[in-house]
């Protein structure tokens, strides 16, 4: 991903999902202080996931599909006000899927490997 996203300071919404887009997510995207709307998702990004503690008015992220290393960070689990939606990567593609983001903090799960996902309604996964 380019660095010089950033330049695009007013910038509320990056959907940039399905671009094949690779390598890591630059620290500068934190930036975008603006941004509501982050989806990266169904690209071949990789590596550890940042925390983008200054972007306070994000509502959803899409992280799913990628190749990310690690677990959503702990920042945006417990940020105020809660995202509406945070879509990660599971780790088991089950009806109870073990998670690389608590359930206390997601809202969807995406299996990469089978394409299924799975939505967190009142603390149950249930398949989409």
Request: aromatic share 8%; proline share 6%.
């Amino acid at each position: 991903m380019p660095e010089e996203l950033s330049f695009f300071s007013s910038l509320a919404v990056l959907d940039l999902a399905s671009n094949q887009l690779n390598g890591t997510i630059p620290e500068e995207l934190g930036k975008m202080n603006r941004l509501e709307v982050i989806n990266l998702a169904d690209n071949l990004l990789g590596g550890p996931l940042p925390f983008f503690s200054n972007l306070n008015r994000l509502v959803e992220v899409e992280f799913n599909g990628n190749a990310f290393s690690g677990s959503i960070p702990a920042g945006l689990c417990s940020r105020s006000p809660r995202l509406d939606i945070l879509a990660a990567d599971c780790v088991q593609g089950t009806t109870n899927p073990s998670v690389e983001c608590p359930k206390e903090c997601c809202t969807k799960c995406c299996n990469s490997d089978t394409g299924e996902c799975f939505q967190l309604q009142n603390g149950t996964w249930f398949g989409t």
